[in-house]
């Protein structure tokens, strides 16, 4: 049996046996601690980025939607094609780089109760006050031109996918990011990667705020299950 699935069995005899409600911030740490940084890492420079095993979660209060992260802890679904650190998943293709699927592994998938109790505790862990700029996404409709923006003037498409099967490889997918993310986090990010994530290889670029307005409308968008006012 595949560890991820004796995994997903036992935490459900767990969720099923224990009387008392699932622990999240226990679950936090003996399950997810291991590959995931729950305190913000004391060293946030390039080594951080190329030894850790999965993305940082201590500020995942101010970047998820918390029904995604339930449905996810639950059913995984690959967010980044080429898993965590891309650099490490890619082999030379003819071309370009492929990903070398060999090397990617099954995320922990967790029973509902866990994932309820995993979700409420990971909503609670939040960044420090300035990392994300909260209240300055417009939410309004994207112009026509966000998507000529994304795919061709700034070159966001070179590193994200939106879900064509096209796009790039290096960054996480987008077509699910109005389901996953908070507008405030995707606002932020885009405007200064590096403010968030030192030592990440999204460019920050100087993008105007009517752009940064109708690229962040655009991802959010995206998932075509939020509509924009
Ligand atoms: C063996 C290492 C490993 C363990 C253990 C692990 N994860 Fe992950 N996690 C990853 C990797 C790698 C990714 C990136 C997956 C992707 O992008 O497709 C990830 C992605 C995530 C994401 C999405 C993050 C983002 O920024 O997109 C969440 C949320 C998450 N994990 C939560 C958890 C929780 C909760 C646990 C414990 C129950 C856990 N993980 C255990 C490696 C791990
Ligand atoms: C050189 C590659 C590259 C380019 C170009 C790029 N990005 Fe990124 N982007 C990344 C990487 C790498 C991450 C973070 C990876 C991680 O969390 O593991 C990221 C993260 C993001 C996130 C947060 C997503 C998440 O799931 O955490 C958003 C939103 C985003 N980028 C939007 C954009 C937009 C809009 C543009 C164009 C203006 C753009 N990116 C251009 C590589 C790129």
């Known amino acids: 049996m595949k560890p991820y699935l004796f995994a997903a069995i036992s935490a459900g005899f767990l969720a099923t046996s224990a009387a008392s409600a699932a622990d999240g911030p226990a679950i936090l740490e003996s399950k997810c601690a291991s590959c995931h940084a729950l305190t913000q890492p004391e060293n946030s420079a390039l080594d951080h980025v190329w ?10 209060g101010d970047k998820f939607n918390k029904p995604w992260l339930v449905e996810w802890l639950q059913d995984p679904i690959r967010i980044r094609p080429a898993g965590e650190f891309y650099f490490k998943h890619v082999k030379k293709g ?110 920050k670029l100087n993008i105007s705020e009517q752009d940064l307005q109708n690229l962040t409308s655009y991802i959010v968008q995206l998932s075509g299950k939020k509509e924009a006012k």
């Open 51 to 60: 030894e850790r095993k999965g993305p940082d979660l201590y500020y995942a």
């Open 94 to 203: 003819d071309k370009v780089d492929v990903v070398d699927e060999s090397t990617l592994t099954e995320h922990p998938k967790l029973a509902k109760a866990d994932a309820e109790a995993a979700a409420d505790a990971l909503m609670a862990l939040t960044g420090p006050e300035e990392l994300i700029e909260k209240g300055k996404f417009e939410d309004k409709k994207a112009s026509p031109m966000a998507k000529m923006l994304f795919t061709k003037l700034r070159g966001c498409y070179a590193c994200h996918s939106t879900g064509d099967g096209k796009g790039g490889l290096s960054g996480p997918e987008l077509h699910t990011g109005g389901e996953r993310l908070q507008p405030d986090f995707i606002y932020s990010y885009i405007k200064d990667p590096q403010k968030i994530d030192k030592s990440v290889w999204m460019p």
